[in-house]
Every structure is written in C-alpha cells, then in structure tokens.
C-alpha cells in the first residue's frame, strides 16, 4: 500500500466520520451537560468573567462559543438573577440564554456543536500518525477505523462537553512528553511543556498526567534519572505559567475579586463540612490580584474531587446505587463496545500469549527488553492502569464516556498486535494464514457496521450482550443511554399523532416547552400515587411519558419505604419509545 493511497484512506475514513457525526446530531435536542456548558462559555467571551461553571475547565466552551459571538444573540440574560446575584447559576443561565431569550436554540445548538469536532479530527490524526510510526501502514489504517468508527466516540465528538476535550489532552501531552523523553532537546521540552498546559485546559481528570508523568520520568530507562524527573517538572511549571496561568487570567479579567472570593467561600463551604486550612488558604488566594486565575482553576478541581466521592442516584444493575459500584465502569464498558470489539482484543492476547511462551527464567529479560524496545507502549499500559485505578473507585458513576481518556491508547495497542498478525501471516501464507487474516478483516467490517446499524442513535449504543440499543435501559441509563437528547424526536412524535396533552417527566435541561409548547403537562415521580390516582386525576386523557433515566432509578429497592417511584407502571407497556430513552404510555 503506497504512502499517497494510505494517506488518502486515512482522510476519507476522518471526512466520513466527521459526517456521521454532523448528520447524526442535527435531530439531537440539546442534551443536559450542554445547557450550563453553552451558556457559560458564552459569558466567558462575552464579559470575560468566569463565574459560571468553574468545575469545568474552560477549553471546550470556549471553542463552542465562537460561533455564538457572530450570531448577534439577545443579552437579556445578564440582566437576570441568575448571572447578577446567584451563586453559580449555570443551568437557569443557559437554558434562559438558550430557550427564553428569543433567540434560536437550534441555530445555536448546531453552531456551538462544530468547534467541538476540532477535539476528533486532531485525535483522529495523531492516532493515524503514532500507530504509522510504531506499527506501520496497516497499523494505522485499523487504528484509525477502530476510532473513526467507535460508536462511544463518535457519539461524544458531537456534544458540548469536555469528555472529547479530555480524550485530546491526554492523547496530545502524553505523546508529546514520550518525544522529549526520547529526544531530550529544549525544543522538545518547551513543546511537551505547551501541550500539557493544553491538556489541563480540557477537563480537570487532566491533573491525572502528573503522577502519570513522573511515573514515566523515574522509570524509562537512562542515565541520571534524577534530571529526567527534574526536566518533567519543569514541563508542569511551563505548562501553568506559560498556558493555565494566562488562559485562566484572560477568563476572569472582569470578575470582580470579592465576588470571586464570595463565590468561592460559598461553593466550598456547600460542598465541604468544614473549611480546612488548604481550603482557607484556597479562599484567600482567589481575593489576590496574582493568585486568582490559579486559584480558580483549584475551586473547579477542588470540587471534581468531591464529586468524585459524593453520593449519586445511579441505576445499575436492577438496582439503585448511592455510592456507585467498583463493577459499573467495567461492565458499562464491556456492554457498550462492539462485540467485534471484544474479538480484535482476543486475537491479540492470545498473541501475546504466544509471544511470550518461553519458561518464567527468561520474563524477567524479557519485560527489560520490552521496556528499551517498546517503551510508548508500556507507557500506554500504565496509563490504562493509572486511569482505570482511579475511575473505578468514583462513586460518579454516569457514564462510560469518562472512560474515553483511555480509547487512543487500547486502541493503539490491540491494532498493534493486529498489525504484527496480518503481517507475520502474509509472510507465512498458509490456509491458516489466509483464515486469520479473513478473521481479522470479518471483525473489522462488522465494527464498522455496528456503527452504521446504530446512526443516528449513537449515545444508546449497547452491544447483543445488552441486547443492543433497545435493550440497554435494563443494565444503565444516564448519559449511556439517555441524556435528554430526544426531545426533538419526542415532540415530532406527539404532533405527528395529534396528542393535545401528554404529561412528561423529562431527564434533561432543554425546555420542553419550546418544542412542545403548550402540548405538555409537567409530571413528576411524586404527582401520582399509582395507575388508579394517574386515572382519576390525569389530565392528558390517559396520556403520559417518562425519560428512562428516571423510570429506572424507582425500580430498585430504595432505603425509603415510602420512596415515590414508578413502579406502578410495570403493569403496562409502553405504545411508544422514542429513541431508545422516551417511553409512552396510554392509560385509560
């Protein structure tokens, strides 16, 4: 395969999967992390204060907003409590920005979504470019379709959030870092440098590069270690100063410094139980002319780590959770990739398996070897360990897209060894050859046609384990599944049926009244007592629907013996599902 035809498959793999994503989202309603991420990135460029949603960083926000500030939107919302007086009001801010200040929510849907892709097409890119390097052209080519057509991310590469953004950072400041630790110049350095200061702007699970880093820095393999670990913090240094530091002033300009330091008091002390010394210390500097962009971006960090640790209503399992489950993100992982997927990485352990067949004496060697020969890919091990360490004690158990920072490198290693497979049995071009070789090529194309099969729907993709995308409400929900992206799709049901009135309990932050108008009747896990109250006092003529998200979470055994739910609805079926996450019902 020539150099020009491998180049030319990689950009329409990337330019068809840039497609799949703008048409499939262009029905998708605004989904809930995209309100306050909307709004807020609105406000940072256009008043340069960053009151709003300081638990994200500001990167991907920024980038949505662009697009807004050409679209002359209607500014009432500055002038409402939720921006003047209260505390972090980003969810009434945006849905206000977005829905209620006669502008056009779809125009700005569509608008602030396409910057987002930036974060996909880059990726997409450096995985082509690092697997060519290590693996050569076939390498590359199933990388990037392994990525390209990933349902998970390409379903992410769409929204405002900053799973994507996350994935980008990661990807971009760990390979850059291995490149200064194999070619240690300044220019390499100050690059490394650069980029992890691009990797913390993205989302705050980021600030997991640094131990990641040292790690690498004490164990690759060289002389005078201790300048190794020396020159990584160096690169922190340069990264906060030269990127954190200036992108964060430039973001809080016209905060005035005690509503700064007010707010943040305010966040902390609702969040923590009590003020410790780091936290005053946090308080103090967000008042100081010089500390305050440092000290906002340790408010956001500061509370992701309480997230991290708080409690959540979690379905999972037939069951409710309030402190997640160390099983959650590995059986949503395992549920949410292709099957083929779960193949491709068989093949490749039972590869390796074979690889390293000799008696134990030689394992030792063998890993040394291993480290000074394939040292990119050990880094790429340890950070799946590092992240998944982490991920699988947070009680914030939502969704598999914050195991996305992982995707480039399992990626990058199982199309490795597939690489060295296809290879070895071209060379070796037997009847065995030839049926792993057709192996290799039927999991391919059935990845790709689970892709294909699940458009538009992407964000509800299960595989046949779950019982595909239909049958993934019994396992999770949240944003796996339903993360009020139907909406649309909803409304357009109900007027195409000429329903006047349907009671709705919707998981998610548009306003449903801009689609529906006045077609809809709020409901609410706590209106009805059962089927028998729901019929004598509906007024929807037997009509109503609930987001699966909030169906399933008053399924399981509740702690509360008099926990409103919706259990009475078991005795019915829905006449209507709509995208996999809406269930309709009529109860007469």
């Known amino acids: 395969m020539s150099n020009k035809l491998v180049k030319t498959t990689a950009v329409i793999i990337i330019t068809i999967a840039v497609v799949l994503s703008i048409a499939s989202s262009w029905n998708d309603s605004i989904i809930v992390d995209e309100v306050p991420h909307i709004g807020a990135g609105y406000s940072y460029l256009a008043k340069g204060d960053m009151r709003l949603n300081p638990e994200h960083p500001p990167l991907a926000k920024d980038l949505a907003a662009i697009p807004l500030l050409f679209l002359n939107l209607k500014q009432d919302v500055f002038n409402t409590k939720f921006w003047q007086t209260d505390i972090n009001g980003q969810w009434e801010f945006g849905r206000n920005l977005i829905f209620n200040s006669g502008n056009d929510a779809d125009q700005i849907k569509h608008f602030a979504r396409l910057p987002i892709l930036l974060f996909f097409v880059l990726s997409a890119v450096l ?8 693996y050569g052209n076939i390498g590359a080519i199933i990388a990037l379709t392994l990525f390209s057509f990933s349902s998970t991310v390409i379903a992410h590469s769409r929204f405002v959030t900053t799973d994507m953004a996350a994935l980008f950072g990661v990807l971009l400041a760990t390979y850059f870092f291995i490149n200064y630790l ?10 490394a ?43 922190f240094v340069i990264g906060t100063v030269v990127i954190l530091w200036p992108t964060y002033y430039l973001q809080i300009r016209n905060l005035p410094p005690d509503k700064q330091q007010q707010e943040t008091e305010n966040i902390l002390t609702s969040v923590y139980q009590k003020i410790s010394p780091y936290l005053a210390l946090e308080i103090k500097a967000s008042g100081e002319p010089l500390l305050r962009p440092l000290a906002h971006y340790g408010l956001g960090l500061l509370r992701v780590l309480h997230q991290n640790v708080e409690p959540h209503n979690v379905f999972f399992l037939g069951d409710v959770l309030f402190y997640g489950s160390h099983f959650y993100f590995p059986v949503v992982y395992f549920l949410k990739e292709p099957l083929a997927w779960w193949g491709l990485i068989i093949i490749a352990l039972l590869y390796l398996a074979w690889q390293f067949k000799k008696p134990a004496a030689g394992w030792v060697n063998r890993g040394r070897d291993f480290l000074r020969n394939h040292f990119e890919e050990f880094a790429m091990l340890l950070w799946l360990v590092v992240y998944w360490a982490v991920t699988i004690n947070s009680s914030l158990n939502i969704g598999v897209r914050h195991l996305l920072p992982i995707y480039p490198f399992a990626i990058l290693l199982v199309s ?52 595909g995308p239909s049958g993934g409400y019994r396992y999770v929900t949240d944003s796996n599944l339903d993360w009020g992206q139907d909406l649309i799709r909803f409304s357009d049901w109900v007027k195409e049926n000429n329903i006047p009135k349907i009671e709705f309990d919707y998981f998610g932050w548009a306003d449903q009244s801009y689609y529906l108008g006045s077609n809809f009747e709020w409901l609410w896990r706590e209106k ?55 269930f309709v019902y009529h109860i007469q």
Do not use: M
Not at 201 to 226: D, G, H, M, N, Q
Not at 420 to 441: P, Q, Y
Not at 532 to 545: C, H, Q, V, Y
């Open 528 to 582: 009805y007592s059962g089927a028998e109250d729901f019929k004598a006092r509906n007024k929807s003529d037997g009509w109503l629907a609930i987001s699966i998200t909030y169906l399933q979470e008053t399924q399981g055994p509740i702690e509360r013996p008099q926990y409103p739910n919706y259990l009475w609805l078991k005795s019915y079926q829905p006449v209507a599902i709509i995208g996999h996450s809406i």
């Open 182 to 191: 194999k070619n240690r110049t300044i220019k390499n350095l100050i690059i």
């Open 127 to 134: 995985i082509f470019k690092w697997a060519r390097r290590l």
């Open 416 to 467: 490795g060894q597939i690489a060295k497979i296809v290879k070895r049995a071209k060379e070796n071009f037997n009847l065995k050859s030839k049926a792993l070789i057709f192996t290799v090529f039927f999991l391919l194309s059935w990845y790709v046609v689970e892709n294909i099969k699940v458009y538009p729907l992407y964000l509800t993709y299960f595989n046949q384990v779950a019982g």
């Open 193 to 235: 440098g650069l980029v992890f200061g691009v990797a913390l702007l993205c989302k705050f699970s980021t600030v997991l590069l640094i131990p990641f880093f040292l790690l690498l820095a004490l164990i690759y393999p060289a002389r005078e270690r201790w300048k190794t670990i020396l020159f990584t913090l160096l690169i």
